[in-house]
Structures are given as structure tokens and as C-alpha cells.
């Protein structure tokens, strides 16, 4: 009766370490790009509150709301890195009362809009050409979420395929 030696090859262990190499590389760079998923679109969701919110407190208080990206402590003329904020708008004369903000997009993550800020009036509308669409983008990925805001306030939520434009 013959015996053979127990154990695994060379050839064998290195395969089996290459394959689970493998596949460990492709798992993670999957998980991160489903949290970057994740990420954006719970950003976009809870912007879209924000606006909603925005909208529903011009229309009850029948004031001016203004949603702007804030850096230190001010309306700042781009989205890229700021924090969005809502203000009570009073009147010409006195400064807007903080209201709500809400936070910076993600490290590696990029939020664009084609206007430098929104104002609801009263009737829940947007002031004269301030409709537009926020752009969203995380990191380099074939895809990006839109928020798109119409003129009488309303915004739609989207994923679209393909690269980033901004």
C-alpha cells in the first residue's frame, strides 16, 4: 500500500492566496463605491428635505426663506464645500436670521447648483430664475444624482448614469 504525503503543494497555496487576493481587492472596491452610493444619495434626500422645508415654512410663516451655501458664518456664491442653510428673510432693512443648515457634502464628494442661491417667497414660489438643477457627485463613478428645482418650488429627485459634469 502506498502513502502520500499529506499537505498542499506550493503551486496550490500560492494559487489560493492569489485567488482570495483576488477577490478581496474586488469586494472592497465594491463596498466603497455602494457607501459612496449611500452617501450621496442620503445627502441628496436630506437636501431635498431641507428645500421642502424651506418652501412649507415661506408658505405658512408668508415670509421670505433663503437657502444659500454658508462659509464662515456667510452666504457664499459656490455650492462646492459649503454648507447649505436656510434664513428667515424679515425684511430689506435687518440681517436674515439663521433658520436650519445642514452639512458638508462627503470628503471626495462634490455638490454644484447653477445659481448662487434660492429664495421662497411667500407663495412658496422661487424668485425670478433661481430654478435650476444641484448636481451631486461622488468621486470618480460612472453615475450622479440631480435635484432638479422648478420655479414654483418643487423639486425632483434622480440618479443619472454616466460621468460626473461637473
Same mark, same amino acid.
Given at each position: !500500500?502506498?502513502?502520500?504525503?499529506?499537505?498542499?503543494?506550493? +503551486?496550490? !497555496?500560492?494559487? *489560493? /492566496?492569489?485567488?482570495? *487576493?483576488?477577490?478581496?481587492?474586488?469586494?472592497?472596491?465594491?463596498?466603497?463605491?455602494?457607501?459612496?452610493?449611500?452617501?450621496?444619495?442620503?445627502? !441628496?434626500?436630506?437636501?431635498?428635505?431641507?428645500?421642502?422645508?424651506?418652501? *412649507?415654512?415661506?408658505?405658512?410663516?408668508?415670509?421670505?426663506?433663503?437657502?444659500? #451655501?454658508?462659509?464662515?458664518? &456667510?452666504?457664499?456664491?459656490?455650492?462646492?464645500?459649503?454648507?447649505?442653510?436656510?434664513?428667515?428673510? /424679515?425684511?430689506?432693512?435687518?440681517? #436674515?436670521?439663521?433658520? +436650519?443648515?445642514?452639512?458638508?457634502?462627503?470628503?471626495?464628494? &462634490?455638490?454644484?447648483?447653477?445659481?448662487?442661491?434660492?429664495?421662497?417667497?411667500?407663495?412658496?414660489? /422661487?424668485?425670478? /430664475?433661481?430654478?435650476?438643477?444641484?448636481?451631486?457627485?461622488?468621486?470618480?463613478?460612472?453615475?450622479?444624482?440631480?435635484?432638479?428645482?422648478?420655479?414654483?418650488?418643487?423639486?425632483? +429627485?434622480?440618479?443619472?448614469?454616466?460621468?460626473? #459634469?461637473?
Amino acid at each position: !500500500m502506498r502513502h502520500y504525503p499529506k499537505g498542499f503543494t506550493l +503551486f496550490e !497555496m500560492l494559487l *489560493v /492566496l492569489t485567488l482570495s *487576493v483576488y477577490l478581496l481587492v474586488q469586494a472592497t472596491t465594491s463596498w466603497q463605491e455602494w457607501r459612496d452610493r449611500q452617501q450621496a444619495e442620503s445627502y !441628496m434626500h436630506g437636501l431635498q428635505n431641507l428645500l421642502q422645508a424651506a418652501r *412649507v415654512k415661506a408658505l405658512s410663516q408668508q415670509q421670505i426663506i433663503r437657502v444659500c #451655501p454658508v462659509l464662515d458664518g &456667510q452666504c457664499a456664491e459656490n455650492w462646492l464645500q459649503a454648507v447649505p442653510a436656510a434664513y428667515e428673510v /424679515l425684511d430689506a432693512t435687518s440681517s #436674515p436670521n439663521l433658520w +436650519f443648515s445642514y452639512k458638508k457634502p462627503e470628503r471626495g464628494h &462634490q455638490l454644484r447648483y447653477n445659481r448662487s442661491r434660492l429664495e421662497f417667497r411667500a407663495d412658496g414660489g /422661487l424668485n425670478a /430664475l433661481q430654478n435650476g438643477t444641484f448636481v451631486y457627485c461622488a468621486r470618480d463613478y460612472l453615475w450622479y444624482f440631480t435635484l432638479t428645482v422648478s420655479q414654483a418650488g418643487r423639486s425632483q +429627485f434622480s440618479e443619472q448614469q454616466g460621468a460626473c #459634469p461637473l
